[in-house]
T-cell receptor, first 116, second 113 residues
Framework: GAVVSQHPSRVICKSGTSVKIECRSLDFQATTMFWYRQFPKQSLMLMATSNEGSKATYEQGVEKDKFLINHASLTLSTLTVTSAHPEDSSFYIC????????????FGQGTRLTVV | AQSVSQHNHHVILSEAASLELGCNYSYGGTVNLFWYVQYPGQHLQLLLKYFSGDPLVKGIKGFEAEFIKSKFSFNLRKPSVQWSDTAEYFCAVNVVGFQKLVFGTGTRLLVSP
């Protein structure tokens, strides 16, 4: 299947700093990528849908100014957690679809963010 | 509200036991349905999917799922589990025509040898 690569896999940052997470589709072009957050022992919660060349669509309750999403090319989307706080510590996962609509989504390996 | 429900949060089985994990959704339109598995320390992998056609779909590693439209269900089954099936299983739904993929709460399966 298609490969989605996420970087870094783990990051520890100080409270108040910003962290950028990259999501790349390695062998296909993804006009749409998705960013999820997974709390321990819980399901994946969709944070936002990232659209190439346009603004991301955020889910209700997700602060767009805190979680900045940029999808500058067909193979790269970035999530920046700005002014991180300990409660932002979580597992962040991106995914991308091959093609449009209801085709299969492929997932990155996730990024474990720890804010100290 | 539209949602995806997995009623079993934790399941413990012995090897060779049969498995059935429930998944129900509340979306009214045409849907695509997925089961994903997350092995410890690994990323999500697709087990199987249903788009249309035969409601009984077969996936990898001996898993299958049946779409019952009247019950809004897409239960996952495996006749005989193995220790290596220990993982977390997620049901996911995509409404045709929309981009979002919504996940259920997940079921943590522990298979004892």
């Amino acid at each position: 299947g298609a490969v989605v690569s996420q970087h870094p896999s783990r990051v520890i940052c100080k409270s108040g700093t910003s962290v950028k997470i990259e999501c790349r589709s390695l062998d296909f072009q993804a006009t749409t990528m998705f960013w999820y957050r997974q709390f321990p022992k819980q399901s994946l919660m969709l944070m936002a849908t990232s659209n190439e060349g346009s603004k991301a669509t955020y889910e209700q309750g997700v602060e767009k100014d805190k979680f900045l999403i940029n999808h500058a090319s067909l193979t790269l989307s970035t999530l920046t957690v700005t002014s991180a706080h300990p409660e932002d510590s979580s597992f962040y996962i991106c995914s991308a679809r091959v093609g449009q609509g209801g085709t299969e989504a492929f997932f990155g390996q996730g990024t474990r963010l720890t804010v100290v | 509200a539209q949602s995806v429900s997995q009623h079993n949060h934790h399941v413990i089985l012995s090897e060779a036991a049969s498995l059935e994990l429930g998944c129900n959704y509340s979306y009214g339109g045409t849907v695509n349905l997925f089961w994903y598995v997350q092995y410890p320390g690994q990323h999500l992998q697709l087990l199987l999917k249903y788009f249309s056609g035969d409601p009984l779909v077969k996936g990898i590693k001996g898993f299958e799922a049946e779409f019952i439209k009247s019950k809004f269900s897409f239960n996952l089954r495996k006749p005989s589990v193995q220790w290596s099936d220990t993982a977390e299983y997620f049901c996911a739904v995509n409404v045709v025509g929309f981009q979002k993929l919504v996940f259920g709460t997940g079921t943590r399966l522990l298979v004892s040898p």
